[in-house]
């Protein structure tokens, strides 16, 4: 296995620098929301973790595409790479979106359309993981993956345009909020600073953690390989 | 009207540290579960590339 290169270490200094930036820009620069209090920092990382996951789905598509067309292997590790991040990043969105409902809806959790999309997208993904560990030939396992990768992701823009076309009590932040929404605030200019270059930095940890992933992964296909070739 | 806008905010710090609990949470148990495996992988390369040579 190759050493960590060198710009992939340059870049976790990096990602933990702006990472620090953006704790700090929700704590002490992002003024405090006045109707829902202190809960509303949590929305700067809800949205971004989302973010995050939407990306990485998305990523795991077009890797998947270029699987199918090109038949190589490293597609298939790097489509392995972003979901498996943005299951992790997704789970924490949602989880922070229901912390964030109990004060402001009164409930952590309602059959609302952008909740009820949300886990049906994070439910498709972790079948995809579970799913994978039962195809040994990895071939067949890349294809497959491949495959399941560009479907599932139907449901990642049905969850983004959910709350922009159905009855919804989820807010929108860019763009016009249905009229049943609750939680709906207008954003100062420093909240709007704060929630853009949280995005950003959320997308730089995902290209971070995404290099590392690929890494691992291809780590994980060399021990693969060789483990058959031991033991035939 | 007036009195609304002098009103403080509500109180929702204990949702808020929970919802900042629940994202360091999960990343740190995901970044140890990357690193543990990736140190297993290592473990596994090495005692498979001593096979493959004995062999």
Do not use: C
Request: hydrophobic share 55%; net charge positive.
């Amino acid at each position: 296995m190759q050493s960590k290169p060198r710009f992939l270490s340059i870049l976790d200094t990096v990602t933990a620098i702006l990472f620090v930036v953006a704790v700090a820009m929700v704590f002490f620069y992002a003024p405090l929301e006045r109707t829902m209090g202190q809960v509303q920092k949590v929305f700067y990382f809800h949205v971004a973790t989302a973010w995050v996951g939407m990306l990485g789905f998305m990523v795991a598509a077009v890797v998947g595409v270029l699987y199918l067309t090109k038949n190589d292997r490293k597609y298939d590790i790097a489509g392995l790479a972003a979901i498996e991040i943005s299951l992790v990043f997704f789970f924490i969105a949602i989880i922070l979106g229901s912390i964030w409902a109990r004060p402001v809806w009164n409930t952590w959790w309602t059959w609302d359309p952008r909740l009820t999309t949300a886990t049906i997208v994070e439910l498709i993904y972790a079948a995809y993981m579970m799913l994978r560990q039962g195809i040994e030939d990895p071939d067949r396992r890349a294809r497959f993956g491949a495959v399941y990768a560009i479907l599932g992701f139907i449901s990642v823009p049905l969850t983004f345009i959910s709350i922009r076309l159905l009855r919804t009590i989820h807010p929108v932040v860019i763009g016009n909020s249905d009229p049943s929404a609750e939680g709906s605030f207008s954003m100062t200019g420093p909240m709007k600073t704060t929630f853009f270059y949280s995005l950003f930095v959320f997308s730089v940890l995902f290209v971070d953690l995404f290099w590392h992933r690929i890494r691992m992964g291809k780590l994980a296909a060399k021990v693969e390989e060789l483990r058959l070739k031991v033991s035939s | 009207m007036l009195m609304a806008l002098f009103q403080a905010p509500p109180d929702t710090t204990g949702y808020m540290i929970a919802g900042f609990a629940v994202f360091f949470g999960v990343m740190l148990v995901y970044l140890v579960s990357y690193f543990v495996r990736f140190k297993n992988l290592r473990q596994d390369l090495e005692v498979l590339q001593e096979i493959d040579s004995e062999e």
